[in-house]
């Protein structure tokens, strides 16, 4: 096993519209090793979800090499790519995307379904995790019933659940205020330092980035030095 989980090289990626070309990312480089959590800072527009996209495998279109978990994914087919974002890769988004016609455990038994945990281990592995996010009231709470913060911290559980290597997060705490965005944040720490993944999360908070280990900053479509 290599301890290096993350290496991107030389990553670029533009977008044209029309007659307008903009490069977004214009020769990325970063890695990230394993138990490292480590914050994407960025102006808006500077291309944080773009790079959290093609490290996510869930856009193509980029020049340059994503290697995870020593592998190099970069040409990578549709099936090898869905492959290594469900075994590896862990996502949390601003906006949970929470299944609103399943509870809490659902929403957090189904991944680990889809990877082919038994039913019985999943809601064990789900219980264990909302418990410890502070939601063992809460399983049975279909998101609607859950306030903002407990939404956020079902959509870490998610997406904890597989024990990902790789976890990534978008503005995972933005829609959130201040209090409760450290107290899940907080959380979202302790599980991924659990498990030994390492952490790349996209944020505009510097007050959050400041509590991770490392700060990556894009600008001008790379990283400073
Ligand atoms: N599918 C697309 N087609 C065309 N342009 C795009 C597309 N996706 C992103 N862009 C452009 O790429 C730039 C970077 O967008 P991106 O969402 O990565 O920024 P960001 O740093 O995540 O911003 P924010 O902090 O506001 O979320 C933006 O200027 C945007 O207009």
Known sequence: MSDMILELTALRRSFTQGDVTIDVLRGVDAHLKRGEIVALLGPSGSGKSTMLQAVGLLEGGFDGTIRIDGADVTQYD???RTKTRREKIGFVYQFHHLLPDFNAI????????IRGTAQADAEERAAELLGRLG???RLQHKPSKLSGGEQQRVAVARALANRPMLVLADEPTGN????TADRVFDQFVSLVRDHGSAALVATHNERLAARMDRVLRLHDGRIEA
């Open 78 to 80: 549709q099936s090898e």
């Open 106 to 113: 659902e929403n957090v038994v189904l991944p680990q379904l």
């Open 135 to 137: 939601l063992g009231e």
């Open 176 to 179: 959130l205020d201040e209090a």
